[in-house]
């Protein structure tokens, strides 16, 4: 992505946050008082927000596979408790709501989505109780699926991949995020075409 697209996309988070509709932020306060994981929301605890880290990667992972699915949220600061429940964090300080910067964040997704449209990422700083919560909004593809273009290995070197490449991520109902399908990423314009080409047919064919 370049600089002057990095810099449109702050613009774009500063304007949506100022221009948050009523139904909006009673959506990003409800994302934290009744905190519950389903196929649009994802939880994840309280971590700072560092390159090239596996926590890191696993954030690639989640918010392409919310992208692939129609959208969603990621909120930073939720633990499960021992009966499943989801918890604010205790671990969360400003110094992590901090860590966690459209741009920088945007730049390392990047990394792994090389070649391809531009993914559309909002990150609010939602007060709740007295603690800022980073709360990601993850808009959808605009017309192709997004497709990892780099590995991703653990840092315990035991060969175990994050990321791999080829992959298409998505977010199941059971509120997982598994790969689809696997996609030749040399032949990624390709693929691009098919997809647009399948979109044109299923719009021509509509009732």
């Not at 429940?85 to 901090?98: K, S």
């Amino acid at each position: 992505m370049e600089l002057e697209e990095l810099e449109e996309l702050e613009e774009l988070e500063e304007l949506e946050e100022r221009y948050l509709t009523g139904d909006d932020s009673t959506r990003l306060a409800g994302l934290l008082s009744c905190a519950a994981e389903c196929k649009e929301v994802d939880y994840k605890s309280a971590v700072m927000f560092q390159e090239g880290t596996d926590f890191a990667a696993k954030l690639v992972k989640h918010v392409v596979g919310l992208a692939n699915s129609g959208g969603g949220y990621l909120v930073i600061g939720y633990r499960e408790e021992t009966d499943g429940r989801l918890a604010p964090d205790p671990d969360l300080t400003d110094e992590i709501a901090a860590s966690y910067e459209v741009t920088r964040f945007c730049q390392y997704v990047y990394r792994y989505l090389s070649g391809q449209d531009r993914l559309k990422v909002i990150i609010y700083k939602e007060d709740f109780g007295g603690v800022i919560y980073p709360i990601m909004r993850i808009h959808p593809f605009r017309e192709c699926p997004f497709v990892c273009t780099k590995e991703y290995y653990m840092q315990s070197g035991k060969g175990d991949s994050i990321l791999r490449k080829g992959h298409v991520y998505i977010r199941t109902e059971s509120a997982n995020t598994i790969a689809l399908m696997t996609v030749n990423v040399d032949a990624l314009p390709e693929w691009q075409q098919l997809i647009r080409e399948a979109g044109r047919v299923w719009r021509k064919t509509r009732p």
